[in-house]
């Protein structure tokens, strides 16, 4: 299984600051045929489900505010947030979907500081 | 717009079985990649398993500690995707998300089971 370890657990940033949560997987989930990443970013709000970000590391789902960008390759993934909003508050996670078992980073809680 | 509703959670026994279902509408749910996702009260994601669109080989993967326990099937003609989970366990217990794609790019509200005596 490809393991997925997100950094920091937990981040507390000032407002209009910029957020970064690093992903690392156990493993790379670069698929050399199409050179695509298969690694996905999700925010999570208390009481909603996931919503998705990011996928193939680095495409922003439409909707999605462009202060939010994914960038990385292979095994070494970043989520960042260039200008803290107060609505961005949550959990974020990584996930892989590069093989099966589809694996999900721990989390990591984002707090205004 | 897509929609995903998820249903038949509720309080079991452990040992005891329960199937869940998802309503899909909004897309074309004959062409969609179906997940369910789990989550336990105060923890993070885990994928529980998918089911592939027909056209792409109806494949079913399963995460190891629901192999052989849960199973996951689909029902194009009235937009629905099941999970049948048996021999439920007290670790079982946990908010269930069903999520459509490769990577997750709609989720459902989720529904609870919870395994208890």
């Known amino acids: 299984d490809i393991v997925m370890t997100q950094s920091p657990d937990s981040l507390a940033v000032s407002l209009g600051e910029r957020a970064t949560i690093n992903c690392k997987s156990s493993q790379s989930v670069l698929y050399s045929s199409n050179n695509k990443n298969y690694l996905s970013w999700y925010q999570q709000k208390p009481g909603q489900p996931p919503k998705l970000l990011i996928y193939w590391a680095s495409t922003r789902e439409s909707g999605v505010p462009d202060r939010f960008s994914g960038s990385g390759s292979g095994t070494d993934f970043t989520l960042t947030i260039s200008s803290l909003k107060a609505e961005d508050v949550a959990v974020y996670y990584c996930q892989q979907y590069y093989s099966s078992p589809y694996t999900f980073g721990q989390g990591t809680k984002l707090e205004i500081k | 717009e897509v929609q995903l509703v998820e249903s038949g959670g509720g309080l079991v026994k452990p040992g005891g079985s329960l199937r869940l279902s998802c309503a899909g509408s909004?897309?074309?749910?004959?062409?969609?990649?179906m997940n369910w996702v789990r989550q336990a009260p105060g923890k993070g994601l885990e994928w529980v398993g998918r089911i592939k669109s027909k056209p792409d080989g109806g494949t079913i993967e399963y995460a190891a500690p629901v192999k052989g326990r849960f199973s996951i099937s689909r029902e194009d003609s009235k937009k629905m995707v099941y999970l049948q989970m048996s021999s439920l366990r007290t670790e079982d217990t946990a908010v269930y998300y069903c999520a459509t794609g490769q990577f997750f790019d709609y989720w459902g509200q989720g529904t609870l089971v919870t395994v208890s005596s």
């Open positions: 909004g897309f074309t749910f004959s062409n969609a990649w």
